[in-house]
């Protein structure tokens, strides 16, 4: 299985600041690469696809990239809803697998 | 606008099947790919394997004796059943549309969810 690993665990930011989550993979996976956001209670919401790629209707301020084995997701500019955990997930092979989370708290 | 719609008990003993059902509204199974998911409490998520319309499945080999899912076309329904569970199966279960976009993939509808624990 391909593992993912997400740095950091989690982290304070305030409102208006750009913040970056990592994600490496444990061996090449091209731009196979997703990223959810999964607010408290509720179930994941599928953000970026191929690596950098807006799901529809996904806000522009979310900018996935990298490839291989280094992504990274950029909130330029957190807003209230983005107080949320994030996971990456590899699409290269099965089982498909994710990351640990990060999970973006208020400063 | 496709919604999923879940049910099944919330609790289940050990050693027997957890069961579970997702309806699919605002669109069809046909010509799809679904899959389930599970998060068990306070981690991350595990992939359970997906099932693609037509009743071909690929299953999580940590999952793969003890899972099953299974198509309903003519209730729009998808199912799930893990038999033989522990404790270490207590998990929120969701279903997903798995969604294609060659030659990316991803979950892009979800279900709202079920809680299921394990316990005597």
């Known amino acids: 299985d391909i593992q993912m690993t997400q740095s950091p665990s989690s982290l304070s930011a305030s409102l208006g600041d750009r913040v970056t989550i990592s994600c490496r993979a444990s061996q090449s996976i091209s731009s196979y690469l997703n990223w959810y956001r999964q607010k408290p209670g509720k179930a994941p919401e599928l953000l970026i696809y191929?690596?950098?790629t807006l799901q529809s209707e996904v806000p522009s301020r979310f900018r996935g990239s990298g490839s291989g084995t280094g992504f990274t997701l950029t909130i330029s500019s957190l807003q209230p809803e983005d107080f949320a955990t994030y996971y990456c997930?590899?699409?290269?092979?099965?089982?498909?697998?994710f990351g640990q989370g990060t999970k973006v708290e208020i400063k | 606008q496709m919604q999923l719609q879940q049910s099944g008990p919330g609790l289940v003993k050990p050693s027997e099947t957890l069961s579970l059902t997702c309806t699919v509204s605002g669109g069809s199974i046909s010509g799809n790919y679904w899959s389930w998911i599970r998060q068990p409490p306070g981690k991350g998520l595990e992939w359970i394997g997906y099932i693609y319309y037509s009743g071909s499945t690929n299953y999580n080999p940590s999952l793969k004796s003890r899972v099953t899912f299974s198509v309903d076309m003519s209730n729009n329904q998808l199912s799930l059943r893990l038999k033989s569970v522990t404790a270490a199966d207590t998990a929120v279960y969701y279903c997903?549309?798995?969604?294609?976009?060659?030659?990316?993939?991803?979950?892009?509808?979800w279900g709202q969810g079920t809680v299921v624990t394990v316990s005597s």
């Open positions: 997930q590899q699409t290269y092979s099965n089982p498909r697998t």
């Open positions: 191929g690596a950098y």
């Open positions: 997903a549309r798995w969604q294609q976009w060659a030659p990316h993939d991803g979950f892009d509808v």
